[in-house]
């Protein structure tokens, strides 16, 4: 059975710092995982996905990496803003439509 | 537009009541999802819906009763339920990449609406 972890389960940095959030699975036989946002009671905003084929992907201030051999994600967020607070959750799907989410880390970035 | 909408934002039932959640996508989309969200829990899948075919049910109780009536509404029907049934309902949809013959636009992206807060008194 498929299990996700994120670490750390949360994260204070001040401004302008640059900061990694981690994704750990058990099992590497993945189709994609994807990196979502979510504001406190809202839905979720998708940032990347990554197919098993690809190593990374990039969306501006925004870098995720895939090893799918050791059942690794990181997501990497350059020059951080307060913006950027929120509960960050990682998903992994075999490629059948079945997301396993992970734990999420909640992000605070202090002004 | 990369918009799903979901109504209502807040409901407040009865355990005796009957309701219905609705989510709606124009992106032609041929996946669509519904996930049940606890208070600083991640995501659960409860059932999806390929090209209108309920194709995942994740052992929901029967007093959930999804319903996918075309390709761009999914509706999820309310009966008896438990206070503990209260939760954030999420509706979701993508387009899977394995669509033959065509380029298909950000293939697999889950794009989720707002949700709506479910309160069961």
């Known amino acids: 059975k498929q299990e996700v972890t994120q670490i750390p389960a949360a994260l204070s940095v001040p401004e302008g710092e640059n900061l990694v959030l981690n994704c750990s699975f058990t099992?590497?036989?993945?189709?994609?995982l994807q990196w979502f946002r979510q504001d406190p009671g809202k839905g979720l905003t998708s940032l990347l996905l990554?197919?098993?084929?690809?190593r990374e992907q990039t969306s501006g201030r925004l870098n995720a990496s895939l090893d799918k051999s050791s059942g690794r994600s990181t997501l990497y967020i350059a020059a951080s803003q307060p913006g950027d607070s929120a509960t960050y959750l990682c998903?992994?799907?075999?490629?059948?439509?079945?997301?396993?989410f992970g734990t999420g880390t909640r992000l605070k970035v202090l002004a | 537009d990369t918009e799903v909408t979901q109504t209502p934002k807040h409901l407040v039932m009865g355990m005796t009541n009957k309701k219905s959640l609705k989510c709606e996508q124009h992106?032609?989309?041929?996946?669509m999802y519904w996930y049940k969200q606890k208070a600083k829990k991640p995501p659960e899948l409860m059932f999806v819906?390929?090209?209108?075919?309920?194709?995942i049910n994740e052992s929901v109780p029967s007093r959930f009763s999804p319903e996918c009536p075309n390709s761009s509404l999914l509706n999820l029907h309310l009966h008896a339920l438990q206070p503990e049934d209260s939760a954030l309902y999420l509706c979701?949809?993508?387009?899977?990449?394995?669509?033959?013959?065509?380029?298909?636009?950000?293939?697999?992206?889950?794009?989720f609406g707002p949700g709506t807060r479910l309160t069961v008194l």
């Open positions: 990554i197919q098993s084929s690809q």
């Open positions: 979701a949809s993508s387009q899977p990449s394995l669509t033959s013959g065509r380029l298909v636009k950000d293939p697999d992206t889950q794009y």
């Open positions: 998903a992994v799907t075999s490629g059948t439509y079945k997301y396993i």
């Open positions: 099992d590497s036989a993945i189709y994609n």
């Open positions: 819906y390929s090209y209108e075919k309920l194709s």
């Open positions: 992106m032609g989309h041929r996946a």
